[in-house]
Each structure stands twice: as C-alpha cells, then as structure tokens.
C-alpha cells in the first residue's frame, strides 16, 4: 500500500526521482509549518484574517504538490483534510465539502472498510450536505457513516443512536 500512499502524478514526462523526493521533503517542511502556524494563529489571534493565512498555506501547498503527487497522496490527503479544517472552522460549508468529497474516495481506498477514519470522513460530509440543504445526499453519507460505525462500536452504541436522531430530525 506504501505505492498507492505515496502515489505520483501519471504524466507523458514523469518526474524524476530527485523531484519527487524534493517534493517529500517540502510536503513535509509544508506540513510541519502548517503545524507550527496554526498553533500559533490559533492560540494567539482572534481574528479570521490567520485562518484565511492557514487556508492560503494549504491552497498553495496543494497547488505546487499537486504537480507531482497524485490527489491519492498522504502528503496531499492531509493538507487537504487541514484545509477542510479551516473551512469548517470558519463556515465555508462549500469548501469544506469540496475538500471533503476530494478525501473520501482514497480515504476508503487507504483504509480498511471499517475504518472509522472513513467514518468520520462519511459522517462530516453528511453533515455537511444537511447543511447544504442536498438531503439525499446527506442521509446516504450518514448511512454509510453508520454503517461502518455499527460494525466498529456495535449496533446499540450511543453515538450510532444520536446519527439517526439527527437523520430522523432532517
């Protein structure tokens, strides 16, 4: 799996061996800048100008990335769950789904099929389509969501319970 977490962009021209490990190595300069960023913004402002800064790490990170690795990337894959973050945080519901839909498909591609990383992935973008008023969307992220979740905690699990109130209710 290590070639499909690590996966790269499938061009005429394929990158260089060289490229792709300068690429590794800012993927993981990028990602540990973000970290440090976002404690910062996060502890220290108040503001949603940082958080539009933290988004915009993101953006470019994933642009210049994007050149080499495949959406299917792990490097990929956490700046865009970072960004979906940030989206989330300051409501941009639209972004956060965008972020979210590109997510999904490796995350379940990644992860076992009951994996409660894919769970959450579900739960969060059904929340989301809720949100966004797009129902059947919604109610079938939510139902796979639970689906996964049920077999992870059991069927009489609390949680599981409260997701099909929040179905019921909608």
Known sequence: QDKEKLEICKLNDPPSAETVK????????????????????????LTLTPLVELLEICELSLGKMGAVFEDSNVYMLHMMYQAMGVCLYVQDWEGALCYGQKIIRPYRKHYPSYSLNVASMWLKLGRLYMTLKNRTAGVKALKRAIAIMEVAHGKDHPYISEIKKELEDH
């Not at 300068?22 to 402002?45: G, P």
């Open 22 to 45: 300068n690429m590794i190595k800012y993927a993981r300069n990028v990602i540990e800048e973000f970290r440090r960023a976002k404690h910062y913004k996060y502890i220290l402002c």
